[in-house]
């Protein structure tokens, strides 16, 4: 194998750059060449692919979003569009495909590889919300955006004596919410996974307030619903004064951590490793610390699962 291409593509996350720069540079300290495909699949079946050097990925491991910009690409899941797209890497002379993105994009490398295209997926959401990897690039980066978020509104929520509704990213998976709800204390944690009960939220805040609580923060992931719906609810409910925040997609900019920098690097790397010993149709991930890779049909097949151990705790630290 001589040349290999790199493409980001579905949501971006904080953290994709120092991926980008990893796959890049462990490919060249290797002796391959790398090819760039901007907007993802979209790019992928335009040709829009360039060389990339080493200084290329220079100045851009603290950098949110993507260099290689992202899309998404209907046509790519038709077998019509994968086919114009390993025409495309054909032409460049390209023999195999790292893929930075989260479970749509590994749909996707799935298919190239089925077609004999080699490709290795490297997760990249700020959900969290892929099995096989204990956690994803660009989780740790948006998870500190929401603290950091929160602990403001905590300083307003706190002077005003009010309660705070914060709605968070999560549409099926509520690793975020969760998260962010036990590093900053939260009254109330709802994400997808687990059913809530207004009483219970309720009772809870009745109890914080009835001993001189000053505020209240309740998480709402947005795939539980609209934050605005539960904070009315609330305020009606409990008679206390209410009002929400959604945070939306400030929490998917920003520098990466240096927690994110590093998962990056090490994915990044060991997917070009991969693809070197003849590995493909894998996706890259880290559990208990260690790379690991699985095959990525057996990993999307199975669902991504919350930690239910820590979302009990944080109904038992709340109290
Ligand atoms: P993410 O990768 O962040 O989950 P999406 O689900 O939007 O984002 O997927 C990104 C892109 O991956 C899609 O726009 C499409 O081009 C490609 N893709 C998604 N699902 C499939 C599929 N089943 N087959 C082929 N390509 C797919």
């Not at 036990?182 to 709802?190: F, H, M, P, R, V």
């Amino acid at each position: 194998m001589k040349r290999i291409g790199v493409l980001t593509s579905g949501g971006d996350s904080p953290g994709m750059n120092a991926a980008i720069r990893a796959v890049v540079r462990k490919a060249i300290y290797h002796n391959l060449e790398v090819y760039g495909i901007y907007y993802g699949y979209s790019g992928l079946i335009n040709g829009d692919i360039k060389k990339l050097e080493l200084g290329s990925v220079g100045d851009i491991i603290h950098r949110g979003g993507t260099m290689l910009y992202t899309a998404r690409c209907e046509e790519f899941k038709t077998e019509q569009g994968q086919l114009k797209g390993i025409e495309q890497l054909k032409k460049f002379g390209i023999e195999a495909l790292v893929v930075i993105g989260g479970d749509g994009s590994f749909q996707g490398a799935k298919k190239l590889t089925e077609h004999g295209f080699p490709c290795i997926g490297v997760p990249g959401t700020i959900d969290n919300d892929i099995p096989g990897t204990d956690f994803t690039v660009g989780f740790d980066t948006a998870l500190n955006t929401v603290i950091d978020a929160i602990d403001k509104i905590r300083d307003t929520a706190t002077s005003h004596e009010r309660t705070y509704v914060v709605e968070v990213m999560g549409r099926d998976a509520g690793d975020i919410a969760l998260w962010s709800g036990l590093a900053d204390g939260a009254e109330s944690i709802l994400i997808p996974e687990e059913d809530y009960s207004m009483e219970d939220i309720v009772a809870r805040l009745k109890k914080g307030h009835e001993r001189g609580k000053k505020h209240s923060i309740i998480i709402v992931a947005e795939g539980v619903g609209s934050g605005v719906e539960i904070g009315k609810q609330i305020q009606e409910s409990a008679n206390l004064e209410t009002r929400v925040t959604v945070l939306g997609h400030i929490q998917r900019g920003g520098s990466p951590t240096a927690a994110d920098r590093v998962l990056a690097s090490r994915l990044g790397a060991y997917a070009v490793e991969l693809l070197l010993q003849g590995e493909a149709g894998k996706m890259v991930g880290i559990e208990k610390n260690e790379l690991v890779s699985h095959g990525i049909e057996e990993a999307l097949s199975r669902k991504h699962k919350i930690d239910e151990r820590m979302y009990q705790l944080s109904k038992e630290l709340s109290i």
